[in-house]
Structure formats: structure tokens, C-alpha cells
């Protein structure tokens, strides 16, 4: 099957407004971060060794979805395999005009992340509890997803189904792995985030996105 995969780097303006994003609001996703850990003795919603510090690098690196233009231009960012609410929670505070959703299949997560959207006053915040397989997306729905899923996987749970694109957070050499593996044929564009950003953490990692070559957007 041909794709196409086009690849280049996040851009430096991209990244300081990502940066300027989370500071606008820091003390919201600091309170999330805090419920997180809060709820996370009571419900497996993160790694249990995983440190403070890490934690806010990973909304960080959710935000960086922000400073995409296909992220503005949504009016409902669908968040599957949401698990812990990321990228589904920041996004949800930064993007008060827009309708997040969270979506996960174990429903004690999305319980949680329903509480903890609550504290945090996102009233444009929801989740839903099923498999992405059965869930009836609309035209309308922008799918997000962070880790949670293989390029293919995912596309497999969406047959038959009308979706747009697809943004993943994930590795870029996994995300070219897996798209070779995908039946139908896609146009990608992969942002690399480590030529741009020094932290360690970003080492590898890149924001995917994928759509059906036979869809217009």
C-alpha cells in the first residue's frame, strides 16, 4: 500500500507558545496534577512511581497539540485511550469554547477523570466509557491520542466509521512502523519534537498525523 509521510520539525514559535500556554494556566494543570495523584492511590490512572516532575512535562507535552491549526479549528477533540486524562484534561482547560471528551474502556478511570474535570470547573469536559470501536463518531470529531494506540490498531477500532484525522503523540520511528502496516492508503505528517526541544524527554517523540488519502479535508 503507498503512503505518503512527509517530516519535519516542530517550529521553535510553536514550541515557546506551547510553553506560554501552560504558564497562562499553570495553576490549573498543577491542580489537575495534584487530583491526579490524589485519585491515583484510589484508581490506576498513572505509572505509581511516576515523579511530580514528569508529570508536568507530560502536560506539556499535550499542550503542544494547542499550537497545531487543525486543533484550533475543531469545535469536539475526541481523546481515546485517555486513561489519565492526557491529552484530554489540558487540552479541555486550555480550549474552554471547545467540547473535550475523554474516552476509555475501563470505567473507573473515566469516573476519576470525570471528578477531576468537575474540581477543576471544566464544564466543557466529558468522558465516555466503551470501546472506540463501538463509540458513533460524527464528521465533526477531531481524534486525538496519546500512546494509547498503534497507527493500525486504531484505524482497524474505525473501520466503517467517518472518521477525518487522527493526531497521535507518539515515537516517530514506531508511528513509521506501524503505518507500513496499514491496509488503506494514508497521507502523514510527522513533527519531530527533538531537533527543537533539548529536554530528554522529548527525545524520539513526534506529533503524528494521519488521515485517509481519499478524504478531503
Same mark, same amino acid.
Request: hydrophobic share 35%.
Given at each position: $500500500?503507498k503512503? =505518503?509521510i512527509?517530516?519535519?520539525?516542530?517550529?521553535?514559535?510553536a514550541?515557546?507558545q506551547?510553553q &506560554?500556554? %501552560?504558564?497562562d494556566?499553570?495553576?490549573?494543570?498543577l491542580? %489537575?496534577?495534584?487530583q491526579?495523584?490524589?485519585?491515583?492511590? +484510589?484508581v490506576?490512572?498513572i505509572?505509581?512511581?511516576?515523579?511530580h &516532575?514528569t $508529570?508536568?512535562?507530560h502536560?506539556?507535552?499535550s499542550l503542544?497539540?494547542?499550537?497545531l491549526?487543525e486543533v484550533?479549528k475543531a469545535? %469536539?477533540i475526541l481523546? #481515546?485511550?485517555s486513561?489519565?486524562?492526557?491529552p484530554?484534561?489540558p487540552?479541555?482547560i486550555?480550549f +474552554?469554547?471547545?467540547k473535550?471528551?475523554?474516552?476509555? *474502556?475501563? =470505567?473507573? /478511570? $473515566?469516573?476519576? !477523570? /470525570?471528578?477531576?474535570g468537575?474540581k477543576?470547573g471544566?464544564?466543557n469536559?466529558?468522558?465516555i466509557? #466503551? =470501546?472506540i470501536?463501538?463509540y &458513533?463518531?460524527?464528521?465533526n470529531e477531531? !481524534?486525538?491520542s496519546k500512546y494509547?494506540?498503534?497507527v493500525g490498531?486504531?484505524? @482497524?477500532y474505525?473501520?466503517? /466509521? =467517518?472518521?477525518?484525522?487522527i493526531i497521535?503523540?507518539k515515537g516517530?520511528n514506531e @508511528?513509521?512502523e506501524e *503505518?507500513?502496516e496499514v491496509s !488503506?492508503a494514508?497521507?502523514?505528517? *510527522?513533527? +519531530?519534537?527533538?531537533?527543537?526541544i533539548?529536554?530528554?524527554f522529548y527525545?524520539r517523540? @513526534?506529533i503524528? /498525523?494521519?488521515?485517509?488519502?481519499d478524504?478531503?479535508l
Open positions: $500500500m503512503h =505518503s512527509t517530516i519535519s520539525d516542530l517550529t521553535h514559535e514550541f515557546k506551547a &506560554e500556554n %501552560y504558564h494556566q499553570r495553576g490549573q494543570y491542580e %489537575y496534577i495534584s491526579l495523584f490524589w485519585w491515583n492511590k +484510589r490506576n490512572l505509572s505509581r512511581d511516576v515523579s &516532575e $508529570m508536568v512535562r502536560v506539556q507535552h503542544l497539540l494547542t499550537t491549526e484550533k469545535e %469536539y481523546d #481515546t485511550g486513561g489519565g486524562g492526557l484530554a484534561i487540552l479541555s486550555h +474552554r469554547d471547545k473535550v471528551v475523554a474516552n476509555d *474502556i475501563v =470505567s473507573k /478511570k $473515566m469516573m476519576a !477523570i /470525570k471528578q477531576i468537575r477543576l471544566c464544564t469536559f466529558d468522558t466509557t #466503551t =470501546s470501536k463501538n &458513533e463518531l460524527s464528521t477531531l !481524534i486525538v494509547a494506540f498503534k490498531e486504531l484505524i @482497524a474505525l473501520e466503517g /466509521k =467517518s472518521w477525518r484525522q497521535f503523540l516517530e @508511528a513509521k *503505518i507500513e !488503506i494514508l497521507d502523514t505528517e *510527522i513533527l +519531530r519534537l527533538d531537533p527543537t533539548s529536554d530528554p527525545t517523540k @513526534a503524528v /498525523k494521519v488521515r485517509r488519502k478524504e478531503k
